[in-house]
């Protein structure tokens, strides 16, 4: 059974129709590329899929659960628990330094301090950004704040990542170097990830790919 | 190689004369390589033989009076051809660029061939990426020339596909 399905959605904004029809399927581990031209709908898919948007039709489904038969308590106990989030850029929080933002998500699932920092601390060695734990966001690089986004996505060890062009904002070698820890560290712990990327080169660190047009996916097949 | 699949590709929309193709194909394909009469009649005469395309004139006439029609073999040839994404290699564009026109000028998804050929691209590209990132700086190199070569590729594809109404209104007939 995948781990997450979505099923004939369909989402407006007011005039505008950003998925008319998508279904698409993500299994346990797998790591998946969203491709497609801009305006297509990815972002807007994404969002669905990880229960920040709920579809005017059609359903989201994690496991066996729908996301909109779920309480608002329920879903965010779901993203906080299941799901870890990379975007472009901005995410970090910039009065916090790297290691305190990597130590947020568990401090907010209620383990202490020193666990969370310990463990925050484990994740940043592992994505090779160990040296900026006491610095703040606006003093490190955009691919090292990219690997320190990372760290934070890892750190509760989610069943799913979504990443949005999480090198858009990268230069090659630095979005490589990105991918390349993103990829090795989301494989280890068996995450699933769902890569919304227009980079072919990003895109080929994915297990297969599914394209976006017009609001509908063409999803490959899993190989078997 | 895709001369002959584009010439019988342009006999879908109906039988022609020998002089016709030549033309339509140098005005849909030929910008700067625009065809001999001689390589139009060798490649009607294989496609004869193999029972791809068929004769509507009279015995007797000389081969600039034959007309030509594709037959339901040619018509089957051209849409697994079409289906059939290239071997990735650098350089595909002009056999992509006749497979993308050829199919909106017949009618068919033209979306289909490209998406065929995107999965064939990263396909290969997986395998680079993976080779890549387990070896040393050698492969890494080697790999990422490759790997820059079909994301050129690659890129082309997507520029096509957001242009494909606008090239459907010029190649439709
Ligand atoms: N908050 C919003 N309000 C209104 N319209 C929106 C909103 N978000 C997205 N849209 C519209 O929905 C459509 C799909 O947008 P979406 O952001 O999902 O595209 P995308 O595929 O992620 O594009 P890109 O590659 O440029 O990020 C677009 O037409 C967009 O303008
Ligand atoms: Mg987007």
Not at chain 2, 73 to 85: E, F
Not at chain 2, 121 to 144: F, P, Q
Request: hydrophobic share 40%; glycine share 10%; net charge negative.
């Amino acid at each position: 059974m995948p781990l997450l399905t979505a099923d004939d959605v369909h989402l407006s904004f007011g005039e505008t129709t950003a998925l008319r029809g998508a279904s698409l399927h993500v299994y346990a581990g797998e790591v998946l590329a969203l491709m497609g031209p801009s305006g297509s709908g990815k972002s807007t898919l994404l969002h669905c899929l990880a229960g920040i948007l709920t579809p005017g039709a059609g359903s989201i489904r994690y496991g066996d659960r729908d996301l909109a038969r779920m309480s608002d308590a329920e879903r965010s106990t779901l993203r906080r628990g299941e799901f870890g989030f990379v975007f472009q850029f901005g995410q970090l929080v910039p009065e916090l330094t790297c290691l305190e933002n990597v130590a947020l998500p568990l401090r907010l699932a209620g383990a202490g301090r020193r666990d969370a920092q310990r463990s925050a601390a484990t994740w940043l060695e592992r994505l090779e950004v160990a040296d900026l734990a006491g610095k703040r966001p606006g003093q490190v690089s955009g691919g090292q704040g990219q690997r320190v986004a990372v760290a934070r996505a890892l750190v509760t060890e989610p069943a799913v990542i979504f990443a949005d062009e999480p090198t858009g904002a990268l230069d090659s070698l630095n979005g490589e170097l990105v991918m390349k820890l993103f990829i090795a560290a989301a494989r280890d712990t068996g995450a699933a990830v769902v890569l919304v990327t227009h980079e072919p080169r990003v895109a080929a660190y994915s297990d297969r790919e599914a394209v976006v047009r017009d609001g509908r996916v063409r999803e490959q097949e899993p190989a078997r | 190689m895709s001369v002959g699949f584009a010439l019988l590709g342009l006999l879908e929309n109906g039988p022609r004369h020998g002089y016709d193709l030549k033309r339509s194909y140098d005005e849909a394909f030929g910008r700067d390589r625009a065809l001999h009469f001689g390589q139009v009649y060798s490649t009607m005469a294989r496609l004869l033989k193999n029972g791809l395309v068929e004769v509507e004139s009279e015995p007797g006439d000389g081969p600039e009076r034959k007309k030509y029609a594709i037959t339901d073999a040619g018509i089957t040839d051209v849409a697994d051809w079409l289906s059939r994404p290239e071997k990735p290699e650098p350089y595909l564009q002009s056999t992509l660029y006749t497979k993308v026109v050829l199919a909106l000028m017949t009618g068919r998804d033209a979306t289909e061939v490209l998406d065929a050929q995107r999965a064939e691209h990263l396909r290969l590209m997986r395998v680079l990426t993976r080779r890549k990132n387990e070896g040393d700086l050698a492969d890494e190199l080697i790999c990422d020339h490759a790997l820059f070569h079909l994301e050129a590729d690659l890129r082309w594809l997507e520029l096509t596909a957001a242009r494909l109404d606008r090239l459907a209104a010029r190649v439709r007939p």
